[in-house]
């Protein structure tokens, strides 16, 4: 067994549970700790995709159990991908609250540590039932996190967010009951084998529970009759927070497009491709309102919340998009959006600490101190954004464009470019209020004020250029990264290569 | 017996539910507590009802429990209880620093209470 597969888990926890005993005294060990261990999981994350670039799937059977009897950890290409990419936007967020933020309240390395765990175990694990609990792991954290610091704004959606995620929990369950008690197994392999022979009795029933399971992913992922609860949230959540929530979307969209191309996917007779016309009208309705969602804010952090809605408005059209291509194109949005929506919060917040009374609201206000780098990280970030050559969403939508059917074609091309036009028209909006018409007798004023306010610090600037970076460089390795994501794809759809990779040698065990 | 079983499910999700949607904090906490109380019973009984099973111990041959759903509920039972206390601190929390337990963080005299 290779036990590569269990470290993405095995790091964060202890380096988690080390942080959550040393709790008292100077910052700079904590920070030290948090930064090695995320450090380590990006270099792990690495290995894991050259592993499973060679297209074998392995699989860590917990306890030495076997499936579909233990619990599993899945490595294949898009399980690795993900790992590494939530280890690059921790680590940019990570570098970002170091610079401060992790002291406003207690325990935030420890929890951050933990989320990454939950996070990484979401993305690996081969077994339905260990999906929920990884879940739950992820959210518990992310309630603290949320709420770090303190604070009206944020104690108040806190209690949205927890409320909602309970609901979203219990209905998980259910979901899992029913879908235990018709298919009568929560290994997904073993699940993806039995579904095609389901009697004609138990169709309904697991029917519905697929679909309860769509709706708590759904939840999760914030698509349009459930995001109500992300602006309001990721507005009030601390910044760098607020960057790694940018990952927690993407779990519940790399559940679905796991469930349901795997369970149901296109081999499970009448199951077969259950959620995909669901999630194509849902996430076209998604990105129309992400774009009126963009357009109407009136505070910066609440417009990158919306910009979170649009990207997951594209993924999902993606996922219902249902091909190789499309998937593939997805995968590589997905890394560019992942990281640039991140690095996008980080900035807002860099340019709200630079404004004073202001803040991230949209108005006329004191100028930023630092004009030429904050203007220009924010003018290469909302290009990218928007998907304006030549950065890495030009790159990402124009993968997903052209993967459309002629049919999809008619709904996808103008819904997904209208709600570019919206980003590109708020964003410039936004961009030109702050940096352009503020006043510039504040500014000195200010400067005469607090003249030894610093500047946004070398932490911070490093997590920045580390997000936001991340974009020319997206386009400059496109090559590869979408050969791989393709090859993802691939993967993704040969259900039975993954139903052999993990059943097989339990099977020919049995048979000897 | 599974009518029995059925109902109480039935009515613990439903007031659950009710519960939850009310406007104060704590009803809220009580609303979710009483649905993950149902899904709990519910998902004990997803590999079917039945009595006088024998445990999965030994070979003492006839018909087995399920033990996978007594597992799962257990996990499912341990991760609510701690939902539910994280849920009441931060219902106890909001109180304190909205000074009013309703869920839009309304004061009581505010007019916007009676709308909604």
Not at chain 2, 16 to 43: D, E, I, K
Request: net charge neutral; with cysteine; charged share 10%.
């Amino acid at each position: 067994m290779n036990h590569l597969i269990v470290l993405p888990i095995l790091i964060p926890l202890f380096a988690g549970l080390g942080l959550l005993l040393k709790r008292e005294g100077p910052a700079l060990p904590r920070r030290l700790i948090a930064l090695a261990a995320t450090v380590a999981l990006l270099v792990c994350g690495v290995l894991l995709m050259r592993e499973s670039a060679g297209g074998t799937i392995q699989y860590y059977a917990l306890g030495d159990w076997q499936p579909p009897f233990g619990i599993i950890l899945v490595l294949d290409r898009l399980s690795a991908l993900m790992v590494t990419l939530t280890a690059l936007l921790a680590l940019g967020s990570l570098c970002y609250a170091s610079a401060g933020t992790d002291e406003e309240g207690s325990n935030f390395h420890g929890l951050f540590q933990l989320q990454l765990m939950g996070i990484n175990g979401a993305f690996l694990t081969g077994d339905l039932f260990n999906l929920f609990v990884f879940f739950e792991v992820l959210l518990i954290a992310s309630y603290s996190l949320l709420m770090h610091g303190g604070g009206k704004a944020r104690i108040h959606s806190g209690f949205h967010y927890v409320a909602l995620n309970l609901a979203g929990s219990a209905l998980f369950l259910i979901g899992l009951g029913v879908l235990y008690g018709t298919i009568g197994t929560l290994n997904m392999a073993d699940m993806a084998a039995r579904a095609p022979g389901l009697d004609s009795g138990r169709l309904v029933l697991a029917e519905a529970g697929a679909m309860l399971l769509l709706v708590v992913f759904g939840l999760k992922s914030a698509i349009l009759p459930l995001y109500f609860w992300l602006p309001r949230a990721y507005a009030a959540a601390p910044a760098p927070v607020a960057a790694l929530f940018a990952i927690l979307t993407k779990v519940g969209i790399y559940a679905i497009l796991r469930v349901f191309t795997l369970i149901f996917g296109p081999q499970a007779g009448s199951l077969a491709n259950l959620a995909q016309p669901w999630v194509w009208w849902l996430a076209l309705a998604t990105l129309a309102l992400g774009g009126v969602g963009v357009l109407s804010s009136r505070d910066l952090r609440t417009q990158v919340a919306y910009l979170i809605i649009i990207s997951v408005g594209t993924l999902l059209a993606g996922i219902g998009m249902n091909s190789i291509d499309a998937h593939g194109a997805l995968l590589y949005y997905m890394v560019h959006t992942t990281l640039i929506t991140g690095g996008l919060f980080l900035l807002v917040d860099s340019i709200a600490r630079q404004r004073g009374k202001a803040g991230a609201r949209i108005v006329r206000g004191r100028s930023v101190q630092q004009v030429a780098l904050l203007g220009t990280l924010f003018f290469i970030a909302a290009l990218t954004v928007a998907g304006v050559p030549p950065f890495s969403g030009a790159v990402g939508k124009a993968l997903l464009l052209q993967a459309a059917t002629p049919g999809q074609q008619v709904w996808l091309w103008p819904i997904l470019l209208s709600s570019s036009l919206a980003a590109i028209v708020a964003l410039s909006r936004s961009g030109s209020t702050v940096f352009w018409r503020a006043s510039g007798n504040e500014r000195s004023e200010a400067r005469d004020n607090n003249g030894d306010t610093p500047g946004i610090g070398a932490l911070r600037a490093l997590g920045l250029l580390l997000l936001i970076g991340a974009s020319p460089l997206l386009v400059a390795f496109a090559g590869p990264l979408s050969a791989y994501t393709e090859a993802a794809a691939d993967q993704l759809a040969d259900h039975e290569a993954y139903i052999q990779a993990i059943l097989e040698r339990h099977r020919t065990e049995g048979d000897s | 017996m599974e009518a029995l079983f059925s109902m109480t499910t039935g009515v613990l999700a439903a007031c659950g539910l009710f519960l939850a949607l009310r406007g104060r904090t704590f009803p809220v906490v009580v609303g979710l507590t009483l649905l993950s109380y149902a899904v709990n019973l519910f998902l004990f009984s997803m590999g079917g009802l039945d009595t006088g099973g024998a445990v999965v111990l030994g070979d003492k041959g006839g018909p087995h429990a399920d033990p996978l759903p007594q597992a799962l509920v257990l996990t499912a039972i341990v991760i609510g209880f701690a939902m539910t206390a994280f849920s009441v601190i931060l219902a106890m929390r909001a109180r304190g620093d909205l000074g009013s337990d309703h869920v839009n963080g309304n004061r009581v005299d505010e007019p916007r209470e009676e709308r909604s």
